[in-house]
């Protein structure tokens, strides 16, 4: 939908809700009063496909099917292989689960000291607080706790998250998120950032939302105040596809940063949408304008019934090798695994070293030309006289 090569931002307007008023349009609780959720709903607006048809059939039973309007607009009407499209309507095939596949595919729930928290790593926690999204990512590794399809019955203990955080001194860096926390409460968000900041060791905390792309609406000036009013809060947006970076998404972000919030971006390299040189660019090329630094693209996690979006490790490591020296270094993601049963995250790139027997390094840069870096201890020394 947008040239590869242009840095001009998608502006849809209201589309197929041209008769609603635009204070609705920007309300973001009209937004998601008015999410599609069935397949009727989604047939009056979109020629779907027999394999859309047979996702919508059962996709209630595993994670719940819902796109705000705003979102929903940014689809191709006629065409399932729409990148927007394959993100959040479910397909067949997510009822076809592989052997490698698991509910729990990052081994959150081993390390989960009490409801809401995962310490996986000494200094940071993951702090669950939502079990509710704005639209629902068909590949999301949270299927078994958003949305409550499954029955998993899970419901954030937000007190005891806190009380945790505060008996343990070593948490010096909290990452909010769910579900998508910005769907609570002016009021709720602010107390649970008003109570992190008055612990005295957390001295870092992040948010991770996918609310500014599905429901950039959401972005209002009371929530900016709330957000004013703790130190070191930085937000971690999910972006995946050039198609998603519109001009209301570019607006949102330059808000947030005139507001002093950093920005980063984690998208998940997914098979059809994102999983070439080009769309990575152009998307990476929109981010830095848009004031967010590109910084993690995970590897599509072993969710059970994930198989048909997922790439081989190889691709995203090829991305990488065809990103390095042909843009920014600013632009540039990191490409990690969340690795399988609890491992975290394990940073896989591109092989540009070579050691050689005397401790000499060969050096392998963007064009594929070598280079020589030789080891401190095999170099002859030479003096001044």
């Known amino acids: 939908m947008f040239p590869n090569d242009s840095l001009k931002y998608w502006f849809k307007g209201k589309g197929h809700w041209s008769n ?24 009056s ?12 059939k059962f996709a209630e039973n595993r994670l719940s099917v819902a796109v705000t309007p705003y979102f929903f607009n940014l689809m191709d009407p006629s065409d399932s292989n729409c990148p927007i499209r394959k993100q959040v309507i479910p397909v067949g ?50 299927s078994r706790l958003v949305s409550n399809a499954q029955g998993y019955g899970f419901h954030p ?41 008055k612990i005295e060791h957390v001295e870092f905390i992040r948010i991770g939302t996918r609310v ?21 809060l930085w937000l971690s947006l999910h972006v995946n596809h050039p198609d998603e970076c519109t001009l209301l998404l570019k607006e949102t972000t330059h808000k947030l940063a005139k507001a002093g919030i950093p920005l980063g971006n984690q998208s998940v390299l997914l098979k059809g949408i994102n999983d070439n040189i080009d ?71 591109p092989n540009y070293t070579t050691f050689e027997r005397d401790g000499s390094i060969v050096l392998e840069n963007y064009a594929g030309q070598n280079y020589t870096y030789p080891s401190i201890n095999n170099s002859a020394a030479s003096f001044i006289e």
């Open 20 to 43: 609603v008023s635009d204070k609705d349009w920007l309300d973001w609780r009209w937004q998601m009063k008015n999410r599609i959720k069935t397949a009727d709903g989604f047939s």
């Open 45 to 56: 607006f979109l020629n779907l496909s027999k394999d859309e048809k047979d996702g919508l």
């Open 93 to 142: 095939n997510e009822s076809v689960y592989k052997p490698e596949e698991v509910w729990d595919p990052v081994g959150e729930e081993s390390d989960m000291p009490v409801p809401s928290i995962v310490h996986r790593y000494p200094d940071r926690v993951l702090f669950l607080v939502t079990d509710r999204c704005a639209s629902y990512c068909r590949y999301c590794t949270r």
């Open 157 to 197: 203990k937000i007190e005891a998250g806190l009380d945790y955080i505060k008996q343990n001194s070593s948490i010096r860096d909290v990452l909010i998120s769910g579900g998508d926390p910005l769907l609570l409460s002016d009021e709720k968000i602010g107390g649970i950032l008003s109570s992190l900041s």
């Open 212 to 232: 500014p792309v599905f429901l950039p609406q959401r972005i209002t000036s009371s929530l900016l105040n709330v957000f004013s009013k703790s130190a070191n």
């Open 279 to 349: 769309i990575m660019k152009s998307l990476i090329h929109r981010l830095l304008i848009m004031k967010v630094k590109p910084y993690y693209l995970y590897q599509c996690d072993l969710i059970k019934g994930s198989s048909h979006l997922r790439t081989d490790v190889q691709v995203g490591i090829d991305i990488i090798k065809g990103l390095r020296g042909h843009t920014s270094g600013y632009a540039i993601p990191q490409f990690v695994i969340d690795s399988p049963n609890g491992g975290g995250k394990i940073p896989v790139s």
